[in-house]
């Protein structure tokens, strides 16, 4: 069965802090990692997805095996970034995503 | 239309009300999901449909159904709505996982 985790429900930082949001995942094959960005009453928008290792909006992630782990980081945090944070895992078999519980990162002036 | 639309916006609907809550894509995408978005619980999959003509449950599949008569159109409905189906209700398509903008429906 495939899982995806994410330990914390609310991050809050004063703008211009460093960000790390927490995905840790179980899966027995290779999935495809997922972050995704919903902002107040908006839909879901993908944010990154771990096979084109590119930023954006000045977020990255980096898939570690390893430590089965996919945590969103971003070095400077805006006002603009508060938001909900879902990271999601899909299965190569199909594109059905699992998502975590979701962060609510809160970025103080 | 471009993407994904969902009507409607939002519903309050007595409890065994049925209702349909409608998706339409103009992306021409074989697969459609519906998930239901609860706070502290995140996303889950409601049902799937890989092509037109086909279905299959997702992880909370009851109380609800689907119906994918072309490759356009996912309709989901609510038989008889109870209170705990209360919730933020999407439709998305790959293969870039794009979402609608969402229903939210209320069950009293």
């Known amino acids: 069965a495939q899982r995806v985790t994410q330990p914390e429900k609310l991050l809050s930082v004063f703008k211009g802090a460093p960000v790390e949001l927490k995905c840790n995942y179980s899966y027995s094959g290779s999935p495809e990692l997922f972050w995704y960005v919903q902002y107040s009453r908006q839909r879901l928008q993908l944010l990154l997805r771990?096979?084109s290792r590119e930023s954006i909006k000045g977020f990255t992630a980096d898939l570690n095996k390893g430590e089965t782990s996919f945590h969103l980081k971003k070095p400077f945090a805006q006002e603009e970034d508060s938001a909900m944070y879902y990271c999601?895992?899909?299965?190569?078999?199909?594109?059905?995503?699992?998502f975590g519980k979701g962060i609510t990162l809160s970025v103080r002036p | 239309i471009a993407g994904i639309t969902q009507a409607p916006t939002s519903q309050i609907l007595a409890a065994g009300r049925r209702m349909t809550l409608r998706c339409t894509q103009d992306?021409?995408?074989?697969?459609m999901y519906w998930y239901r978005q609860d706070l502290g619980l995140g996303l889950r999959l409601i049902h799937y449909?890989?092509?037109?003509?086909?279905?299959g449950k997702g992880e909370v599949p009851d109380g609800y159904s689907v119906s994918r008569a072309n490759t356009d159109d996912f309709p989901l409905t609510l038989a008889s709505a109870v209170p705990s189906q209360t919730s933020v209700y999407f439709c998305a398509s790959p293969p870039e996982q794009y979402f609608g903008p969402g229903t939210r429906l209320t069950v009293t």
């Open positions: 999601a895992l899909a299965s190569r078999a199909n594109s059905k995503l699992t």
């Open positions: 771990h096979i």
């Open positions: 449909s890989n092509t037109a003509g086909t279905t």
């Open positions: 992306m021409r995408h074989n697969a």
